[in-house]
C-alpha cells in the first residue's frame, strides 16, 4: 500500500496526540489509533484529502509529509532570507542571506527538520528585495549597503554619481552600479 502524504501541520497534530497518550507503557495501534481519531477534525482530513479509513495509516505512520518549499521561491526563517535552487529527498539547497551577521552564502544546505526549517515562511516583498540587494552587492565583493567613496552610485530617481559619503537612512535610496576598484577612470 502506498504512503500517504499530509501536511506539516497534520504531522505536528498527529505527533501531539500521540504524545497525549500514558508515559511508560507500550502503546498498541488501536490506542493509537483511538487518540489520533479523536484528535483530528474531518477538516485536518479533508485539507489533506483523506477520509476515516486513513486513520489507521496516520496513526501507524504510514505517511510521509509534503515538501514546503518550491525551487526558484524566497522564504524567511529567523534572521535569515534564502531562495531555494533545488531540493533533494530531505536536504534544501539555497542562497542564503543572515541579517544580523551581513553574510551572504551562496551554496547553503539544510536538512528539513532542523531549525530553519522548522521556522520558515514564505518571504514577504519587502524581505525579497533585501535578499535581491544583498546578492547584488555580494557579487560586487561587498557587504549589504556598503560604500565606499569613489563609488559608481545612482539614486532611485537619478542618474550616477561619483559617492562620497552617505546619510542616515540613505542607504536603501542607492544602488551600487560599480565600486572604485572596478572603476576604469582610475
Excluded at 43 to 53: C, E, I, Q, S, V
Excluded at 167 to 185: N, P, Y
Aim: charged letters at 35%; aromatic letters at 12%.
Amino acid at each position: 500500500m502506498p504512503k500517504l502524504t499530509i501536511s506539516k501541520e497534520l504531522d505536528a497534530k498527529i505527533t501531539k496526540a500521540i504524545e497525549k497518550l500514558a508515559w511508560g507503557v507500550p502503546y498498541t495501534n488501536l490506542e493509537k489509533m483511538y487518540a489520533v481519531s479523536g484528535y483530528l477534525s474531518d477538516f485536518d482530513l479533508d485539507a489533506n484529502g483523506l477520509t476515516a479509513k486513513d486513520i489507521f495509516d496516520l496513526a501507524t505512520g504510514n505517511y510521509s509529509v509534503k515538501k514546503q518549499y518550491e525551487v526558484g521561491r524566497y522564504y524567511r526563517s529567523s534572521n535569515s532570507i534564502f531562495k531555494v535552487k533545488n531540493m533533494d529527498e530531505d536536504m534544501v539547497r539555497c542562497k542564503i542571506f543572515y541579517e544580523d551577521e551581513n553574510v551572504m552564502i551562496e551554496d547553503f544546505y539544510f536538512k528539513c527538520g532542523n531549525s530553519i526549517d522548522s521556522e520558515a515562511r514564505p518571504a514577504k516583498n519587502r524581505e525579497v528585495k533585501i535578499l535581491n540587494r544583498a546578492e547584488q552587492f555580494y557579487k560586487q565583493g561587498r557587504q549589504l549597503n556598503e560604500f565606499k567613496q569613489g563609488d559608481v552610485v545612482r539614486r532611485a530617481q537619478g542618474e550616477p554619481f561619483y559617492f562620497r559619503e552617505v546619510h542616515e537612512g540613505e542607504e536603501f535610496a542607492l544602488t551600487l552600479v560599480c565600486t572604485k576598484e572596478k572603476r576604469g577612470d582610475l
